[in-house]
């Protein structure tokens, strides 16, 4: 079946899909209702920005990316964790640069906590860093172990991410040699 057929569960899933559909479609206006006037964003990458503070900041950051690209979007590339407050995952904006510059990809990591509909917090992390994404998303949360770390998930997540991408080989890979499916259901 299509993982991405079925509704997001949780809040953070379900407010990042509003948010992703806001982006896209660059709608400042409902942007705005989704960022919390004392936002903060805490860049933990090597060549990071500052810590930003209030909503303000974030709008000038999203007239400028728009600016840059009239055909921006933001894609979840995997979700590492989340719960019904904080959110873990690796992202990509991607678009055509209206200077004429091509094509763009850039990759992100970001743990975000969101509290009564809003975002209200950002750490970014090299889009690598599992780890640190992981741990920052357990101290948020304050889950004793953050979620989708256990071997079959991170399988699962691996083999959807590589499906998604359309490569096939990719996918067998991921499969031993001596695997077996065994369909039990009366019409399998």
Do not use: N
């Not at 499906?163 to 990719?170: F, H, M, P, R």
Request: charged share 35%.
């Amino acid at each position: 079946p299509d993982a991405r057929a079925s509704p997001p569960q949780r809040a953070t899933e379900r407010f990042w899909d509003e948010f992703k559909r806001r982006f896209d479609a660059h709608d400042l206006d409902g942007l705005i209702e989704l960022i919390d006037e004392d936002w903060v964003s805490v860049d933990h990458r090597q060549l990071g920005w500052e810590e930003l503070h209030g909503r303000e900041t974030q709008v000038a950051q999203l007239r400028s990316v728009f600016a840059a690209s009239g055909d921006v979007r933001v894609d979840r590339i995997e979700l590492l964790a989340c719960d019904e407050r904080v959110i873990a995952q690796r992202g990509a904006w991607r678009g055509t640069m209206s200077d004429g510059g091509g094509q763009v990809e850039i990759p992100f990591g970001v743990v975000t906590v969101v509290e009564g509909g809003r975002r209200v917090r950002d750490d970014f992390y090299e889009p690598d860093d599992r780890e640190a994404m992981l741990a920052r998303f357990a101290e948020l949360s304050g889950a004793s172990r953050a979620l989708g770390e256990r071997p079959p998930e991170r399988s699962m997540a691996e083999w959807i991410r590589r499906w998604e991408s359309g490569d096939l080989d990719a996918v067998m890979d991921l499969y031993a040699e001596e695997w077996v499916l065994r369909d039990h259901r009366p019409m399998g």
